[in-house]
């Protein structure tokens, strides 16, 4: 089992900054892919970026190509996401998970999830 926190969200103006940590504690984290998905209201969750266990392979969506980035540290148990140029319509909640096994863009695929944390970008 893996319990993941997140934290680093809150208001930005647009255009603005953020840098969400979240961290593990549990089964070693370096054996897992760590993916950052988020949810608006009304919507379904969706990917935004994941990073394979050992920081080789990153992945985005197209909406955040460009502006997000993912990392990890290992040693720490933790993954980040640091979003720039943040937009209104990135306003979400957001969540970091953990796979066993190859990034995907698949929720369903993410067997462990962090409880979340609220990102608002106002206009």
């Known amino acids: 089992q893996v319990r993941l926190v997140e934290s680093g969200g809150g208001l930005v103006q647009a255009g603005g900054s953020l840098r969400l940590s979240c961290v593990g504690s549990?089964?070693?984290?370096?054996?897992?892919?760590m993916g950052w998905f988020r949810q608006a209201p009304g919507k379904e969750r969706e990917f935004v970026a994941a990073m394979s266990w050992n920081g080789n392979n990153e992945y985005y969506a197209d909406s955040v190509k460009g502006r997000f980035s993912i990392s990890r540290d290992n040693d720490k148990n933790s993954a980040s996401l640091h979003m720039n140029s943040l937009k209104p319509e990135d306003t979400a909640v957001y969540y970091c998970?953990?796979?066993?096994?190859?990034?995907?863009?698949?929720?369903?695929?993410?067997?462990?999830w962090g409880q979340g944390t609220q990102v608002t970008v106002s206009s």
């Open positions: 549990g089964r070693p984290f370096s054996t897992y892919t």
């Open positions: 998970a953990a796979l066993l096994g190859r990034p995907t863009t698949t929720p369903s695929y993410y067997e462990h």
